[in-house]
């Protein structure tokens, strides 16, 4: 039950710890963005605001596999202690970067948060198993999966106020480090796990361990479909939020309509995620990641058709009026239905590769799906920048994802493991 969990001594201090540390990634990505969007002359603003997103998720395909050795070899709770220690001087770049209005120096902060969260990432979810019973794993990944949107949803209204009117610095340099250093304390209270393989030998080459890890997951045919879906969940999540502000932007919104937007979205996550937990009951039902993926596509189809066509405004307007026209209002349904689809769609998989991978590679295992997450967000982002670098329009690439989850939605049901 949710409630326990979030109360517990094994799984409250790494939920506030990943809450936090998400907050700060997504306040800092959100304020950068609404300064390129809104207060800079900077040409080719949609396709930078794409590579900002793939400027924090490249780390994850160099250093995922790192994290994941660490994880295994030391105490996870321990190596999550000392990452998000730097984590807080790394805010602190990015006060100083906000402070100078040195959009290099932000760049440079959002990269550093990248790796820092590349390394946390197998620790985030490999520790779950250690600390939880195999029931408790949906719930615990539903209250994951919805505090981490939670996360982005504050963080992106708290960069928005920040960014708005010129940019608020101080408060800006107040919300990150008092941030940073929460998600440390949090850090130190997580429950040590002792050492998963204590004989692993931490390999300081990346590419041969990244492909090993790859080798690895690409050996267990189950653990490669799940690694597969979820990183399909996660460059269709990364494209749809680095799209959304423009499109936005398109129906005449200002920034707080952009947050409302997000708003609705990340609400809607959450539910989805909640409501795969309740379906699950304790149990892997694959089922409804098919059916979050089918009603993906539709979706994101829905939010092309539209949009296409729609002139772009000559002048900005708040949150009411935009949603209160016909294209802001189906857009706002559309975009609550993607988001419920989503969360439909990640935690039975995400439970399932944890149920699946063994006690002495899971922090790998979970390494691994991230260097395939960080792949396919990477590769989608830059496609994606150089699609509207040459003209593609926001409709027209959320057509092209709607039709592309529907042929994943198909891949799914035609090759999806059976559950214990």
Not at 359 to 373: E, K, M, P, Q
Request: positive net charge.
């Amino acid at each position: 039950m949710p409630a326990p969990l979030l109360l517990s001594r094994q799984f409250a201090p790494l939920f506030w710890c990943q809450f936090f540390a998400a907050f700060n990634d997504n306040f800092l990505k959100t304020a950068l963005v609404f300064v390129i969007l809104f207060q800079s002359s900077i040409g080719n603003s949609e396709a930078l605001i794409t590579f900002a997103s793939a400027v924090f998720i490249a780390p994850y395909f160099f250093l995922s596999a790192l994290g994941g050795e660490l994880a295994d070899r030391y105490d996870k709770a321990r190596v999550a202690q000392r990452l998000k220690f730097v984590e807080i001087f790394v805010a602190a770049l990015a006060a100083w970067g906000y402070v100078r209005n040195s959009l290099p120096l932000l760049f440079a902060a959002l990269f550093s948060f990248g790796v820092l969260a590349a390394l946390f990432g197998p620790i985030k979810y490999g520790i779950l198993p250690d600390h939880l019973r195999r029931e408790q794993l949906p719930s615990a990944n539903a209250l994951v999966e919805g505090a981490t949107f939670v996360a982005i949803l504050l963080g992106t209204i708290a960069g928005g106020i920040a960014a708005r009117h010129g940019g608020d610095a101080r408060l800006f340099a107040a919300l990150i480090m008092a941030f940073a250093i929460a998600c440390w304390i949090s850090a130190l209270l997580i429950p040590a796990t002792g050492e998963g393989a204590p004989q692993l030998n931490v390999s300081i080459n990346i590419a041969t361990s990244t492909l090993a890890m790859v080798r690895h997951l690409r050996a267990d045919s189950r653990l490669w479909w799940g690694a597969m879906v979820i990183s399909w969940f996660w460059l269709v999540g990364i494209v749809v939020l680095s799209l959304l502000p423009p499109l936005i932007k398109t129906l005449g919104g200002n920034e707080e309509t952009v947050t409302a937007y997000l708003a609705v979205f990340t609400i809607a996550v959450g539910a989805g995620s909640g409501l795969a937990a309740a379906i699950a009951r304790g149990r892997i039902v694959l089922r409804t990641t098919l059916v979050g993926a089918v009603l993906l596509g539709v979706f994101a189809l829905d939010v092309g058709i539209a949009t296409l066509g729609v002139v772009p405004a000559t002048s900005s307007q708040g949150p009411i009026a935009v949603i209160a026209s016909a294209p802001g209002a189906r857009v706002a349904a559309a975009f609550c239905g993607l988001a419920i689809a989503g969360g439909l769609f990640i935690v039975p998989a995400f439970a399932a590769v944890q149920v699946w991978s063994g006690a002495d590679h899971r922090a790998r295992t979970i390494a691994a799906v991230n260097i395939l997450n960080a792949a396919f967000m990477t590769g989608g982002t830059i496609v994606v920048a150089v699609m509207q670098k040459f003209g593609a329009t926001v409709p027209a690439l959320f057509l092209l994802i709607g039709v592309t989850t529907l042929c994943v939605a198909l891949a799914i049901w035609r090759t999806m493991p059976k559950t214990d």
